[in-house]
């Protein structure tokens, strides 16, 4: 009998737990997208229902692939218009114009995007913007190549992005000068380079 009461308040825990929880960003991050559209009750049912469902397909294309990346990245493109379409089908035409632009961020990755806003702002001379270049590309090279590391586990993701950022960070410094590397601090965390966006 102990026993049976011992699961029974497990599993209402669980279950209080379970709800209390933010919703789930997965690879995409679909809540703050949804934040930016001001869906509906009912849209934002359909929108979860298409979401869910697709990324669901974005995987087991990925899995599918056993590695071969190009193949991966094919199928998955494929995958992401035919959701394009669905969402669409649920939205007004500015709700849509601003869905595309924000899911084709995630889809490319929000941190090089704001890596090329941040790009933008610095004012750097041709010399700066290939090195600018080449450090992002290596940092984030690493980071895919190490993905397995960190996938799901969104606190060893931030620790383990701060430890490899601790190089670029370094080449950066190297070739800006002092003020464009004071505004490329200010911009990192406007931006939020390195954090889980809410």
Not at 5 to 29: D, H, M, P, Q, Y
Not at 141 to 152: A, F, I, P, W
Request: charged share 35%.
């Amino acid at each position: 009998m102990k026993l049976i009461s011992k699961i029974l308040i497990i599993a209402i825990l669980t279950i209080v737990v379970g709800c209390s929880e933010k919703e789930s960003k997965g690879r995409f991050n679909f809540p703050m997208i949804k934040s930016k559209i001001a869906l509906t009750k009912e849209q934002t049912t359909k929108f979860d229902k298409i979401a869910t469902a697709y990324t669901a397909q974005a995987k087991q294309a990925w899995i599918d692939a056993k590695g071969d990346r190009d193949a991966a990245l094919a199928a998955q493109k494929i995958i992401f218009a035919e959701q394009d379409a669905k969402i669409k089908e649920i939205l007004d035409e500015k709700q849509y114009v601003t869905y595309f632009k924000e899911v084709n961020i995630e889809r490319f990755g929000r941190e090089k995007h704001n890596m090329a806003l941040i790009k933008n702002e610095l004012d750097l001379d041709s010399l700066q913007s290939v090195k600018y270049d080449l450090a992002n590309e290596t940092f984030f090279t690493v980071l895919r190549e190490n993905h397995d590391n960190y996938h799901g586990k969104l606190d060893v993701y931030v620790q383990y992005h701060k430890e490899i950022d601790v190089s670029r960070r370094a080449a950066f410094k190297k070739m800006m000068t002092e003020e464009q590397f004071d505004t490329y601090l200010k911009l990192i965390d406007k931006y939020k380079v390195g954090k889980i966006e809410e």
